[in-house]
């Protein structure tokens, strides 16, 4: 299999910049936002989106985390038994904006499962999601309202996003099967 690095550490830091400013720009009052990472990833990309979004506003705009392996619609066709997190949502979502983090878009469904699971918590006034990357091939008519990066994928093609706190590096990387 061949690899390839699509993104840096420093241009994944510089996409969640400009991502901050683009959620600045479009929601109505910052004190009435909450960012909510599905987890493992988009938790990590949504702590640092928090973390820009403070130096920006001087809002400490809460950060929840979702688990959403018992709303997949796949999971009893899986070979085991999914692992389950779980999810921490530390505030009230009843009347928050709440943007919806995640690290790669693909057909949809684990968004799909992400908006289950988020409701069962209450019902916001909003929900936004915010990908870092999105490489295509939807299966359900879901579409991030702040995309990091386009890609054009192959089906054979996986796309990697490594984080600090998962992989102890940070990268995006295209990995295309032989």
Do not use: C
Not at 29 to 42: D, F, T
Not at 50 to 62: F, G, S
Not at 108 to 135: E, S, W
Request: hydrophobic share 40%; no cysteine.
């Amino acid at each position: 299999m061949k690899q390839k690095t699509i993104l840096t550490a420093q241009e994944i830091n510089k996409i969640i910049e400009r991502l901050a400013y683009e959620v600045l720009e479009k929601i109505s009052n910052p004190l009435e936002l909450a960012l909510v990472g599905i987890q493992r990833r988009g938790v990590d990309i949504a702590s640092k989106l928090q973390k820009i979004l403070y130096e920006k506003t001087k809002i400490k705009i809460p950060l929840g985390s979702l688990d959403i392996n018992l709303y997949r619609d796949d999971w009893t066709n899986l070979a085991s038994t999914p692992f389950v997190n779980a999810s921490n949502i530390p505030f009230e979502v009843e009347n928050k904006e709440i943007i919806l983090v995640d690290d790669v878009i693909f057909t949809g469904r684990t968004i799909r499962a992400a908006l289950d699971a988020l409701l069962d918590f209450g019902r916001p006034n909003k929900i936004k999601l915010l990908v870092l990357i999105d490489r295509g091939h939807r299966e359900l008519p879901i579409h991030p309202d702040f995309t990091g990066k386009k890609l054009n994928t192959s089906l054979k093609e996986k796309v990697h996003v490594f984080t600090l706190p998962q992989d102890g590096k940070e990268e995006v990387v295209l990995e295309q099967q032989n």
